[in-house]
């Protein structure tokens, strides 16, 4: 069995766990996007490096996501695509939960990559949001002056959940101090649209091929928390974007536990999927 190495405070917290002795915190509803494009006929993904000083996931290379806000179940968000209803079949949520995963998907990438998956029209897509004005609303929905709701409502947008694909459902340790109950979803680069450097909580954005940033997390050049690098492993097996959007995917939940191994504290997953390498 692989998996993590728990040394100092989080292997004691993971024995207290395994014992009664401490309560785990509960887990935040989530969403992640990955998002990709192809360069040079290869698949692409969009990571960005967590800043060292934040308190969940420090210095890790991570996909754009964050925690629903109460806001993103919101009803007056003018929607195509596959209803929250539709949404919470796959994700095993209800209707509320599902819609607020969806706006959140969306919003945060937004957030976070500067990618809106809205357009005009239930056919069509933002082309440039690179404006000062587009800034100036990307950094009110961080601070949370602006909900997306109103953001989507002023511009006349309607959120594209067509655009999206379910990819996975995670779920944090629960050694962890911070906890979120995660749903992962793939989405294509829009025509037209451009990521960029937005800084918030990251501090270092890249595209790279799968394949590379897993050598690169073997090499110890990068750290890949295990939803990463599973969700990457599994993109190597497509050549082309259209070929993930088109993947028929199981939605099955994964959550790391934490047990004693040879007398050390690790996390693991149950189906021994060795991840232990990636940092």
């Known amino acids: 069995m692989g998996g993590i190495p728990l040394p100092g405070e989080f292997g004691e917290r993971a024995r207290d766990i395994l014992a009664g002795r401490v309560v785990p915190v509960p887990a935040r509803d989530a969403a992640t996007v990955v998002i990709l494009r192809e360069d040079a006929g290869q698949v692409e993904v969009y990571l960005l490096r967590r800043k060292a000083s934040m308190a969940f996931a420090a210095g890790a290379y991570v996909f754009p996501g964050g925690s629903v806000d109460p806001r993103d179940t919101d009803q007056e968000i003018t929607w195509a695509g596959p209803s929250p209803a539709a949404w919470g079949e796959i994700f095993h949520a209800d209707e509320q939960t599902a819609r607020g995963l969806v706006c959140a998907a969306v919003r945060e990438t937004f957030e976070e990559s500067g990618v809106l998956l809205a357009g005009p029209s239930a056919e069509s897509v933002v082309a440039d949001t690179t404006g000062d004005d587009w800034e100036a609303d990307r950094l009110a929905l961080i601070d949370r002056t602006l909900s997306f709701a109103d953001l989507l409502g002023r511009r006349g947008l309607v959120l594209r959940s067509d655009l999206l694909r379910p990819w996975a459902h995670w779920i ?71 070929e993930a959007l088109a993947a028929e995917r199981e939605i099955v939940t994964f959550m790391p536990r934490v047990a004693e191994v040879d007398g050390e504290m690790r996390i693991v997953l149950d189906d021994d999927y060795e991840f232990g390498g990636s940092r």
């Open 172 to 242: 944090t340790p629960e050694v962890e101090n911070k906890r979120f109950d995660t749903r992962f979803f793939v989405a294509a680069l829009p025509p037209g649209q451009l990521t960029r450097d937005v800084g918030g909580e990251a501090d270092q954005v890249v595209w790279v091929r799968p394949a590379d940033a897993l050598d690169q997390g073997r090499a110890g050049q990068i750290f890949l928390m295990p939803p990463t690098h599973r969700t990457l492993t599994e993109l190597c097996a497509y050549d082309k974007v259209s």
